[in-house]
């Protein structure tokens, strides 16, 4: 019997087709489990004549592997999920599943309210997930039912392995740069405070300058342009003489920027600039921006690759950040 044109053909079509039960056919089109060679062949020569084509999901689903990759991010609010940084997570993941038929959502883990990752845990559709901007109370928050199944793109813990890149050694290369070019009052505009791995940098800064005898001249930022022009204006403001500001992010450089010439001081002329993150419009920003480079869709690619393959991993994985000079400084 042939299965109506209207519609696809369906496991239970293979089955009456074949002459075999649904378990049967079910197990040979799965590729598990015990049939006899005439079944198989039978199956086999089923499927082809209806054109059957195995869903995928409800494989999944049965096996309990699961048939998306979630990327949690946490944040304040859920305007976190706008950073091109998450666009650029996302799309590499997505890279990564497609092949094994999986797909990726996006979700914004609140900060004040990390238990949402129990859901997920519960959640047999999720076959892994990846923490961004990880805090120690998202660790924390991390059920039993998760563990082996997700990874962190920042801090880590014992139990849930991290990948990331080197922010703090991308800091010192654009650090010591500054440095070596005679700058002696270097200002930084941080990331937001909550966030640990963002503190990775700060810690080389304030190592730095107080190593080489200089102020710590440290403004909060949040890794937006927007707040990297106020922050910048607060700077010049607090210390006059500042000669140099390095922020934690390339869009808060370029934020930098803005407001320095808005007020007609001179980059690098007056105040140098450096980044972090090597994005693309650092290339073609005026001036040019000086940053470190940060190898996002390899730190996904990774990421993604270790939640699908399901093996032991490291417990930190750093990718290196180096140096790229430019005309801001």
Known sequence: METPTSRPATLDDVARAAGVSRATASRVLGGYGFASVDARERVGAAADRLGYVPNV??????????????????????????????????????????PHGVGVALEWLPLDAPAGLRRLGDDRGVCGVLLVNTTARVLDAVP?????????IGTGSPAVPSFDVDNAGGADAVLRHLHAGGRRRIAMVTGPRW?????RSVTAYQGLMRAAGLPVRLVTGDFTAARGGRAALEAMTRWPDTDAIYAASDATALGVIAALRGRGIGVPHDV??????????????????????????????AAATAVLDGRPVP???????????????
């Not at 039993?144 to 962190?152: D, I």
């Not at 966030?195 to 503190?199: G, H, K, P, R």
């Not at 417990?315 to 400084?329: D, G, I, K, N, Y």
């Open 57 to 98: 999901t409800a494989r999944a689903l049965v096996r309990g592997a699961g048939v998306r990759l979630v990327v949690a991010v946490s944040g304040t609010d859920a305007g976190v999920l706008d950073d091109p940084y998450v666009d650029r997570l996302v799309s590499a993941a997505a890279r990564v599943c497609a």
């Open 144 to 152: 039993a039912g998760l563990r082996g199944r997700v990874v962190s």
């Open 195 to 199: 966030l640990s791995c963002a503190e």
């Open 272 to 301: 140098a600039v450096g980044g972090f993150d090597d994005i693309p419009y650092a290339a073609v920003s005026s001036p040019a921006l000086t940053t470190a480079t940060h190898p996002v869709a390899r730190i996904a690619t």
């Open 315 to 329: 417990p930190v994985t750093a990718f290196p950040s180096t140096l790229v000079a430019r005309e801001s400084a």
